[in-house]
């Protein structure tokens, strides 16, 4: 897909995000340590083993007089924006013009600055090939040990490497190096190196994806980065409409699963290897991931890998499990809470704790953890619910 293409699309997932949330939650609209690596492999890329890296595993705590004071305060907020149910169709074609002109100017108000994390997201949201490259550069030469970056510079670089030249074989080497305990980083290199036809290599990474300490897209790292970068930029938006903005804009940027699912269904039907190795890396994935579409993915790769080696019974309750957790995310929006939803995007401080629990919880876990403390508040002091 070209850059204007994905741009296009890109644009028109995270607005449709963005006001389709607005409407359902009444909202307005350190760099590890290193060890010598040691080198496997041998394709034209270096294939190397990373130190462990200590897990970051932060939760929600926060106090009942925090809760209780921040629900008072958006109880109390007449400084709302119209849901998308009662704008009129020139308003609402008005609004997504608005946030379809947004990432210009975010490009444009960060790409001159000196921040790493500001070039980082430019190039995130830059439509120009030569230009993502660019900044990318300039952000990998200021911070070459920034793992967030270094994972999203080759993902970016595999977008890219048909529009223009970028230092794809070195971004990955360094990946490596610095994020080798993320499953996610040996899966792209894998995925990459199976699209240039190095089998072998593919399942020399892919066995490193199997067997890795963890499994992070830096789903939460980037909502707060485009956040953050949507405040630095000069956007007038307030903090609700930048944090809805911001997951609207993460979720169109998540990794490309389809050459993930696509190689292990190919190399699993040929290779008995293949099937274990992807088994293996599904099975961390369900386990250790903690985003929603990274556990289905992880499911649906073991399915497959399943079926490839004949373990049909194995097969059928793997598809029993992905429609059990289907439909508990069915449930959970059953159970939807707008106090909840509401109190999550409208305050800073929640915001960031939210999202460090998914980063240690995952995301089922901590909205059930946080609408379990604020619905024992409520039934606490039921005057605080300004919800019906």
């Known amino acids: 897909m070209n850059a204007r293409l994905r741009l296009f699309a890109t644009l028109g997932f995270a607005v449709a995000i963005a006001i389709t949330l607005f409407a359902y939650l009444g909202l307005p609209a350190n760099e590890p340590t290193q ?16 130190p462990a890296l200590s897990p970051e595993k932060p939760s929600i705590n926060l106090s009942d007089a925090f809760l209780r004071s921040a629900l008072t305060e958006l109880c109390g907020s007449s400084d709302r924006r119209l849901s998308d149910d009662t704008l009129s169709p020139e308003e609402k074609q008005a609004r997504i013009d608005e946030y379809s002109e947004l990432p210009r100017k975010v490009v444009d108000g960060l790409s001159v600055s000196s921040s ?67 499953s996610e980083s040996w899966l792209r290199v894998a995925a990459n190196r199976y699209k240039a036809g190095e089998t072998d290599a593919a399942l020399e990474a892919m066995r490193h994806a199997a067997t890795a300490a963890e499994t992070r897209i830096y789903w939460t790292e980037t909502i707060e980065m485009i956040e953050r970068g949507l405040a630095a930029a000069g956007s007038d938006y307030p903090f609700p409409e930048r ?35 992807c088994l293996g890396y599904g099975e961390l994935a369900e386990n250790q991931g903690k985003t929603e ?82 619905q024992r508040l409520l039934e606490q002091q039921p005057e605080l619910a300004c919800e019906p």
């Open 243 to 277: 944090a809805v903005i911001a997951i609207g804009f993460a979720a169109s940027n998540l990794p490309h699963y389809v050459d993930y699912v696509t190689m292990c269904k190919e190399q699993s039907a040929l290779n008995v290897n293949w099937a274990y190795t």
């Open 35 to 50: 060890s010598d690596p040691e080198r496997l492999g041998d394709s034209d890329g270096d294939i190397v083993v990373a």
């Open 293 to 374: 579409i990274g556990v289905a993915i992880g499911r649906s790769i073991q399915k497959l890998a399943l079926e490839a080696l004949g373990e049909l019974d194995k097969a059928a309750e793997l598809e029993q499990r992905l429609q059990a957790r289907r439909q508990e995310r069915l449930d959970s929006i059953g159970d939807y809470n707008p106090v909840t939803e509401r109190l999550i995007f409208s305050n800073p401080t929640l915001f960031w704790a939210f999202l460090a629990a998914v980063r240690s919880e995952g995301e089922l876990a901590a909205r059930d953890n946080l609408s379990k403390e604020i």
């Open 116 to 182: 790493t994390e500001h070039l980082h997201l430019a190039a995130l949201l830059e439509d120009d090939s030569a230009s993502r490259i660019e900044l990318l550069d300039r952000a990998i030469s200021q911070s070459p040990n920034d793992a967030f970056l270094l994972w999203r510079s080759v993902q970016i670089c595999t977008e890219e490497r048909d529009a223009t030249a970028c230092d794809l074989a070195d971004w990955e080497r360094q990946l490596l190096i610095i994020d080798g305990q993320n």
